[in-house]
């Protein structure tokens, strides 16, 4: 996830540009880049957010009336000057900037390589440029239509534009999963993620498709689809506000991410995971495949959110990898004296990769010698720098405090270790793993279909906006997503919510259950159903109120409980995936009934950087 | 613990004894049995409750004017019929009833046998008798003299009757650490362990000392010292209640058990640890001493209280025995499929020894074959009789179902084990060993200072008995301890409270503290002092209202603090035992505040043998 920005007109291009990406940061922060076309091709690249970018530039020449800016998540390579957007082809004649993942970079890198191209940066995008740069010099075509070219030859997501000192007058872009929307002025136009940099020029817009390219050549614009048929733009009129575009049209950034989360999950999988191809590969697995073959034991430190998606990893490791594996608060961890043995693998799970406990929690491991996996969403974070190995999540930036996609992400990135370890530990049914790669695959639909419950969570939060107190029940891999759905809930309701393994009820919580105490039990078909039920129904009898997750077609526990919240069937060991979807949406919804700040509720802040 | 019951005067004695049993039974319930002297010395004895043993008398002969009870809670040897009270001497000329622990008793039996003495139990009681026997034997001296001599033979706490077929009108008795009192009618006595036998008939009674020796022959009483001297009885009056002295003058059980705990963590170590004789033993242990030295890895299971006993064991067992420890939910781990290998030490806490799902967890991992540790309070209980070895805690019975002193004796059984494997595996330095078991030592006058904290707990449970919530933070090994004083508050008061290491609260929960929150704080002077100071200002900083247990002399902490309670200072591995009082009392006085019934929560069972 990345921001672009594009102008071309009649006015100065790169105070448009920097003022835009400004309004895209929220995109990513990391590193910042302008390109500007003024007889040459000037770009002007920096680590760090846009203000960085800004003071780089100074007073440096800048006038132009074409160029494009980018402001960088990373995903290929670490946040710095190189790694940072536009990326020049080798010549130095032409330019890109790019949102998304190119997932045969390697591939078509080491083809360009041999064929003399250069590389200043670790980026797929960079290798897209000069593939386009291979193609336009190779078949003497125009730049359109190398452009037009590449893009059969590239596999996975982007939103590009593309600027070249032979043609000053003209500006190429093309989506595919990435998002770009085309702003339309008098004589002028502007190409952005968004239409936050946009609005305040013109509120006439067109979205542009998939597999389309644009093309702005001397006051004109034209779009054809990737197999050279022309389209005819439709153009809409903007009637939303600032901010509510700038969060995608959802009042919240925690609502917009949640609802992202079908994407965040695919991105996390994409280029790991093809099940057809019976393809299940990372890279940080990969090295360190020996290592996880031998470990004696997975040791996993984390903080928050991102200790339950350790907890799920535990289950997930110890039932397919057998692995004995043991879940650390990190603060707790490094204060005592733990034993960490050089056979030892230290998973450290950190959505922003500078959790400070978290990290120091890895030093005191590293000093032992135990190899340390960094699963971490901020590429070139501390974690992440500090790791032996690791995995990045690919969820894009998180906005909302509470965490909600990055902690999607990261069940998903450990899922596909765990059945990757088991794989090469050879501990898992050949059988088994297909099954699971194909359901993982079907992960994505299947948190569509439950964001699709939000109006009957909306009605079930409605109900229940004023009480003071909740508990969350889950057993096996649910237990964990009781703990994340109740921390939710705390995080920016205020209310006192609080996760339990089902089964501990009975050794002291059920004492604060009577007929005021809202109970949510996550009940999906698995091989504790009986269990859970029997819990249900020990609530019941004394009148606790129970919102039930259950699987779709349960016919038993809508007997039983007072709201029933219907979730897409899946494989017990997957499920968490499906089943806190309707968890973090109560959380929203409660606590936007209640007047809470949703994004920054109170005391919080987004990355624990003290300890 | 047991209860033990005497009669000698002008009324049939059995009925009465029987009815003075069931009131001791809150003493101990897993056998009973009486002895009776009229001409010959009759025993009639019986595995299970007081009743139990009525139904197995029917309706056979019990006419006498002479005799005693005993209903038992098992110390040493399980509970079935031939462990009952009283025990034969070899002879069945004399007969005794033992409410206590003879350390030395394995010593003393071995001469016994050798000299062609006779057991028909696994008791300390019955080495105690044959001891009598053969003193009064050898010495041919009075049954008087010999009870005497005997009691400078034997190491240990008794209270002790002995009724002899050669003496049909005299009945000796003597005391040392457990509890007598003797009850003066007309021309008859009542002795017990506590006043409830005997209130119905004589409200004057007698407490006896430690060391002395009561004979009630022909109508008299004679009181003497061990050495032999004279004393003159105290005769008191009795105005309490039936319930009230059932409960030794506590409102509540809890209240009683909260109290009773210097003396349990010592009956808890007694015979285990004389530091002064650098003497750290527990049988369980040292049989199974190759395999803690070889343990790859110790897996702890457990539910509520007990399992967080379980986590002040991992960090005592991590820190000085150098074993990594995985703490589990008995129910969480009994329904994955979680790693289990031969290596492995599986130690299974539970109170009572019946809880179902502690119990199936160690069915699991001994069919996977780990070896199992059973840490239980009951003897004999299936969690006991399903472990390849054990300790138990000597707590005596709990009534109250909110575990108080259950926890204490587990904490303090774990921190024995600790230590004894920590110096088996050679990995904990000498002098720090040595320290740690003088501390220990002094542990139980620690607690006993902690309890007066009472009256000063009493006020601040006054100030917050209407709140609706409480957090509660510590760290290392006051962690656990912070979820053990929430679990407490939430089985007795209905407060939703919640325990949180102290580092996690800023990953959500610090999003709960405003104005009205109250926060215990548990900040005793350890090696994250410094770092729970800050926790504290963080809380300070929302205005939340702090209520800190620290350690006497803290000047930084009241400065903060809203509340302080001040605690003896003690080596970090050993304070949850000192720290975990002050929240205990503030439990119970909130909860009485409240109107609860405290010692039977709503909702809450004492042991939970269902899953």
Redesign the interface.
Known sequence: MCGIVAYIGHREACPIILKGLKRLEYRGYDSAGIALLNGDLKVYKKKGKVSDLENFIGDQATHSHVGMGHTRWATHGEPNDSNAHPHYSTSKRIAIIHNGIIENYAALKTVLLSRGYEFHSDTDSEVFINLIEDIHTNNNCSLEEAVRLALHEVVGAYAIVVLSEDDPNQLIAARKGSPMVIGVGENEFFLASDATPIIEYTNEVIYVNDYEIVVIKDGKLDIQTKEAVRTTPYIQKLELKLDAIEKGGYEHFMLKEIFEQPRSIMDSMRGRLIADQNHLMMGGIREYANKFVAA??ILIVA???S?HAGLVAE?LF??FA???V?VE????FR?????I?ETDIVIAISQSGETA?TLAAIELAKSKGATIFGVCNVVGSSIARASDAGAYTHAGPEIGVASTKAFTAQVTVLTLMALMVAEKRGTIENSKLRQLMVEMENIPAKVEQALKLDAQIQHIADVFKDV??FLYLG??YN?PVALEGA?KL???S?I?A?GY????M?????????ENMPVVVIATKD??YE?IV?NIQEVKA?KGRIIAIVTEGDDVIPEMAEFVIEVPAADEALVPLVSVIPLQLLSYHIAVMRGCNVDQ?????KS?T??
């Open positions: 004696d034991r903080c928050g959110t200790w289950y110890e039932e057998r692995i004995p043991e608060y990190a603060s707790e204060y005592r004296n733990p034993v043995r406990d003071p107190n057993r096996g237990f921390l705390k995080e920016i205020y006192h609080e393994p089902a089964a501990e009975k050794h002291g919580p059920i004492a604060l259950i009577d091989s504790s269990k029997s004394r509720p109170r005391n919080l802040a624990v003290v300890e």
